[in-house]
């Protein structure tokens, strides 16, 4: 395993990653709005 090429990725990896939470940030969100509006 190339440790240089792996510290190189390490941006890139962590953007996948933050972008991923807040995606599924964004879902949770909507859900907790969805279920409030609809009143059950």
């Known amino acids: ?3 240089n090429a792996m ?3 390490l941006p890139i ?4 990653m933050l972008g ?3 995606v599924t940030a ?3 969100l909507s859900m907790i ?3 409030k509006f ?3």
């Open 1 to 3: 395993m190339n440790i």
């Open 7 to 9: 510290i190189s990725t």
């Open 13 to 16: 990896m962590a953007k996948g």
């Open 20 to 22: 991923i939470f807040i």
């Open 26 to 28: 964004v879902i949770i």
């Open 33 to 35: 709005l969805l279920n």
């Open 38 to 40: 609809s009143g059950k």
